[in-house]
């Protein structure tokens, strides 16, 4: 909980499971807000990528499954 980047754990379907101090505090969400929410809404339209398709890399195999990802968020009040 003392890293100082953004940390999710999140289901196949992108259901959040575990957020860290550093997620709510940059996302200004707490963290009973945050787990339960799907990571897609959180990613900024703006974003390169999308959860969803690093998602289906994994669980294809085209990714392996514990390897990182970077997205870009949006925050509660929806700026980058």
Known sequence: D???DIIF???TDGHL???NQAATSFLGYSSDELVGMNISDLAS???PTTPE???????TGETPA???YELVWKNKNGED
Request: proline share 5%; glycine share 0%.
């Open 17 to 19: 499971l575990f957020v």
């Open 66 to 68: 514990d390897s990182f």
């Open 45 to 47: 339209p703006s974003c």
């Open 9 to 11: 754990i999140h289901d």
């Open 2 to 4: 003392n890293a100082s």
């Open 53 to 59: 398709s690093e998602i289906c890399r994994r669980l």
